[in-house]
């Protein structure tokens, strides 16, 4: 496996899909990597891709059989990458590396999906035997190998030897149109754009900036699904045909990766049926929608669109119990439509999906604006909806609005205040709220859309009913009340179960 001794600039660990496109594109961007995976034939596999690959007839990477003879291998200052599963084999690499001899000013690049907290300890546990960094890698295994979106964080010092090799193997973006400058073939180089890799702060921010990605993710995949139901069971329109309405909506607002690669999805067959007709509705989860859902219960931030999502690919795991339910719970008689309803239908529940996408972006930006307060970061938003433009799941055009809108007003409280987003759901809410209760009436789950506009019609009452909430909890728990009346933060408490129930003011 040992070839021809060459210092390379970059260790890497974890050669799988992901961590060996990664490799390929360091190696596409003029750096040489020297790579270590516990099962040696991804090294030799990730070798034999350089060379088909590679163009300038020279070895780009480095196979290595062991941790020791990859710090060899690395031009000191060390700085090594790590592509591996989060939780313990993190752990384990980071001692294996230790056993090996790494020394307190190598860097080593956690790059997995860790949970935020993890990466906190682990940095304070590591301190004074080398510099953990982290940075979160967001695009798929496509992303990583022509350009992710980057989240980094960590010690500054790190981030300014990781700066120009994150910027440049990460995605680019046109600064005026803010599109993505596409490059999907190996040995291409963008060297113009704006990259979609940008500094987020401390140890765990940038890890808790992708676990919210992965949470607006959750809602926009669930959002599009429930779109693709309405639309099959509603409508009794076939995958093509859906495929056909959706493709028409990626050319407008609604343009986004995740809009493109479900059309892929619908029209893709074997042996005449579509594929998605035999795929078992059971939904798969890694836990970072979930860790969000989490996350915003814990710092006080409604997030109904991004917990239905959660709570939507939970219920589909309970098969059993919906086949079973589904021979004796009844739903409401079907009732066709005729062209013309069908195309009204259409067109709402188009203004529905912008609408309630709108509303779990805001979810997403307010909980990361809460922890940062929390946290004590300081949090660019206008620069994280700028990396998350291309390369990354959530890519969105409207991703350009929300860099807009932080832009005019970096304490944005809540993207539905901003002027155009305000004027985009004044303009579709009356579209959206038919779409809703013509939904209903269908008898079609569409949690993630009827929970953004419960969410909007919240955000947009200035009284709600919580005053008969704090009723009642003064009455059996004495929990105390304020009063519309009376000085903001006095506190009052009624004696209910005393004679003429007398109110009294807490101090």
Not at 204 to 217: C, L, P, Q, S, T
Not at 222 to 230: D, H, P, R, T
Not at 450 to 470: C, E, I, K, M, T
Request: net charge negative; proline share 4%.
């Amino acid at each position: 496996m040992t070839q021809e001794k060459v210092l390379c600039d970059i260790g890497f660990i974890g050669l799988g899909v992901m961590g060996k496109n990664l490799v390929l594109n360091l190696a596409d961007n003029g750096y040489n990597i020297a790579a270590f995976d516990l099962n040696q034939e991804k090294v030799s596999d990730t070798i034999t891709q350089d060379k088909l690959e590679n163009k300038t007839n020279s070895p780009r990477v480095y196979g290595c059989n062991s941790y020791t003879e990859l710090l060899s291998q690395l031009k000191a200052p060390h700085l090594i990458v790590l592509s591996v599963p989060a939780g313990e084999p993190v752990d384990q690499v980071c001692e294996s590396l230790i056993g090996a001899g790494i020394q307190p000013d190598d860097i080593v690049i956690d790059t997995g999906n860790s949970l935020w907290v993890d990466t906190v300890e682990r940095e304070k546990r590591y301190k004074n035997q080398f510099i953990l960094f982290s940075s979160a890698v967001s695009g798929g295994e496509v992303g990583a190998r022509f350009g992710p979106a980057l989240m980094p964080s960590g010690q500054p010092y790190a981030w300014t030897r990781i700066k120009p090799i994150w910027e440049a193997i990460s995605a680019k973006v046109d600064p005026i149109t803010g599109k993505p400058i596409e490059r999907t073939e190996p040995g291409e180089v963008i060297e113009h754009g704006d990259p979609c890799a940008a500094y987020i702060g401390p140890a765990g921010a940038g890890h808790y900036v992708k676990m919210v990605h992965n949470g607006i993710e959750y809602a926009d995949m669930q959002i599009i699904c429930e779109a693709y139901q309405v639309l099959r069971d509603g409508l009794g329109m076939s995958c093509e045909e859906i495929a056909n309405t959706f493709e028409k909506w990626n050319q407008g607002p609604l343009d986004s990766y995740l809009m493109e690669i479900s059309v892929e999805v619908l029209r893709h067959k074997v042996d005449d049926t579509p594929l998605v007709d035999l795929i078992l509705d059971k939904a798969g989860q890694k836990g970072t929608g979930l860790w969000t859902a989490v996350s915003s219960l814990e710092v006080g931030c409604p997030a109904p669109t991004i917990s239905q999502a959660v709570y939507a690919r939970s219920i589909s795991s309970f098969k059993a119990t919906r086949v079973a339910a589904s021979e004796f719970l009844d739903g409401p008689a079907k009732k066709e439509l005729n062209e013309e309803e069908t195309k009204v239908f259409v067109g709402r529940l188009h203004d529905a999906i912008y609408c309630a996408k709108i509303c779990a972006y805001a979810q997403g930006f307010q909980l990361m604006k809460l922890a940062a307060k929390e946290h004590n970061w300081t949090l660019d938003f206008s620069s994280i909806a700028k990396i998350w433009r291309a390369g990354c799941i959530i890519r969105a055009v409207f991703l350009q609005s929300i860099t807009e809108a932080f832009t005019r007003n970096e304490d944005l409280e809540n993207l539905l205040l901003d002027e155009f987003f305000s004027k985009q759901l004044n303009l579709h809410q009356a579209n959206w709220r038919q779409a809703i209760a013509d939904i209903t009436l269908m008898g079609i789950p569409v949690g993630a859309l009827s929970s953004s506009l419960s969410y909007y019609d919240s955000v947009r009452s200035a009284v709600l009913p919580a005053n008969l909430l704090q009723g009642q909890r003064d009455f059996f728990g004495a929990h105390t009340f304020e009063r519309t009346d009376k000085s903001a933060g006095k506190k009052y408490h009624v004696e209910w179960a005393a004679e003429g129930r007398p109110m009294i003011a807490i101090k």
